[in-house]
Each structure stands twice: as structure tokens, then as C-alpha cells.
């Protein structure tokens, strides 16, 4: 995510800000080793950090890990993220506002460096991006309410409960 915050502020702000940000995080990281200096030897050479990588889990099995989340079967949740993308770039051309678009290409990034490096196929890896796609979801609604005639909105409304109808199953255990 700070690499699109980064790409955002260079452009809106420009090169200065940018160095300054870049260096607060360097500020925040060497306060961080100085708290805790072991995480050097637990990143770099501890047993997690090298099987890590080598794992035998793709994106797509974190992608249906995030649906079984939701109750929710895989093709839905990829409709789900065509939506909010689709919702995404309609606000990015008409107000400029980038902030939904900046949330799903961390979400999708998170996704794919977590389903990398994650040694095992487990909720808790990608637990702290819930909120990111709540948020998502919540913009993606209040942008259908507000810009759509009522029944766009009451037939989008239909087709998503009866999809989730379909796709909802029992909860696996997390």
C-alpha cells in the first residue's frame, strides 16, 4: 500500500514530499530494530523467513480463502472485485477521487505478496485486509444508491441477494 501512496503523493505533490515520507518510514523502521533487534535474525535467518517462500499455495487459494470469509463462492467474489474496480474507475473519470481505487490495488497486492510468502494456507494472514474490503463494499453501495435511479438499484439489489442465495454454504472453520 505505501507503494501506491507513494506513486499518489509523487504526482499530487511531487518529489519533496515524497523523500520526506521515505524518510520517516526509514525513521519509523531503525526505531523499530532498536526496540526489537532480534527481528533481523528472525527475518533473515530464522527458519519462517527462508521455508516462507517456498510455499505450494497460489493466489487463487487465497482468493477462495477470502470467499469461504464471506460465505462466498469464489466465482461471486471475483464479480465482487469486477464490481468494485469497475465502481473504482467511474469515480477516478468523473470526481478524480482515487482513494477506492488505491484500496483495491492494495487489497489485490496484499493478496498476492501474502499467497507468496505465507508459509501456511491459514485466515490469519490476510485477516487485517477485511476491513479493507468491508470498506470497499460500503463505498461500492453508497456510490450505487446515490448515482443510480431506483431501479437499477432494486435489480442490482435482486441479482446480488440471489447470487448470494445460491453461493452461500456453511462456514468452514477459520
Same mark, same amino acid.
Given at each position: =500500500?505505501?507503494?501506491?501512496?507513494?506513486?499518489?503523493? @509523487?504526482?499530487?505533490?511531487?518529489?519533496?514530499?515524497?523523500?520526506?515520507?521515505?524518510? %520517516?518510514?526509514?525513521?519509523?523502521?531503525?526505531?523499530?530494530?532498536?526496540?526489537?533487534?532480534?527481528?533481523?535474525?528472525?527475518?533473515?535467518?530464522? %527458519?519462517?523467513?527462508? !521455508?516462507?517462500?517456498?510455499?505450494? %499455495?497460489?493466489?487463487?487459494?487465497?482468493?477462495?480463502?477470502?470467499?469461504?470469509?464471506?460465505?462466498?463462492?469464489?466465482?461471486?467474489?471475483?464479480?465482487?472485485?469486477?464490481?468494485?474496480?469497475?465502481?473504482?474507475?467511474?469515480?477516478?473519470?468523473?470526481?478524480?477521487? !482515487?482513494?477506492?481505487?488505491?484500496? $483495491?490495488?492494495?487489497? $489485490?497486492?496484499?493478496?498476492? #505478496?501474502?499467497?507468496?510468502?505465507?508459509?501456511?494456507?491459514? =485466515?490469519? @494472514?490476510?485477516?487485517?485486509?477485511?476491513?479493507?474490503?468491508?470498506?470497499?463494499?460500503?463505498?461500492?453501495?453508497?456510490? $450505487?444508491?446515490?448515482?443510480?435511479?431506483? @431501479?437499477?438499484?432494486?435489480?442490482?439489489?435482486?441479482? #446480488?441477494?440471489?447470487?448470494?442465495?445460491?453461493?452461500?454454504?456453511?462456514?468452514?472453520?477459520?
Amino acid at each position: =500500500m505505501m507503494i501506491v501512496v507513494g506513486i499518489q503523493l @509523487y504526482k499530487t505533490r511531487g518529489k519533496h514530499e515524497l523523500i520526506k515520507l521515505f524518510l %520517516y518510514n526509514i525513521k519509523l523502521a531503525f526505531i523499530g530494530i532498536l526496540i526489537f533487534p532480534a527481528c533481523i535474525y528472525h527475518i533473515f535467518f530464522s %527458519y519462517r523467513g527462508v !521455508t516462507s517462500i517456498s510455499n505450494e %499455495y497460489s493466489v487463487i487459494d487465497y482468493f477462495r480463502l477470502l470467499a469461504n470469509a464471506f460465505s462466498l463462492n469464489l466465482a461471486i467474489l471475483c464479480i465482487i472485485l469486477i464490481i468494485f474496480f469497475i465502481i473504482s474507475i467511474i469515480k477516478v473519470k468523473k470526481k478524480h477521487d !482515487t482513494i477506492e481505487l488505491t484500496l $483495491l490495488i492494495s487489497f $489485490l497486492v496484499f493478496i498476492i #505478496i501474502s499467497s507468496k510468502i505465507s508459509p501456511y494456507l491459514e =485466515m490469519r @494472514y490476510i485477516m487485517g485486509i477485511l476491513p479493507i474490503f468491508a470498506i470497499l463494499l460500503w463505498e461500492s453501495l453508497d456510490y $450505487l444508491i446515490k448515482n443510480s435511479s431506483k @431501479y437499477i438499484f432494486v435489480v442490482i439489489s435482486v441479482l #446480488i441477494i440471489s447470487f448470494l442465495g445460491i453461493s452461500l454454504k456453511e462456514n468452514e472453520p477459520l
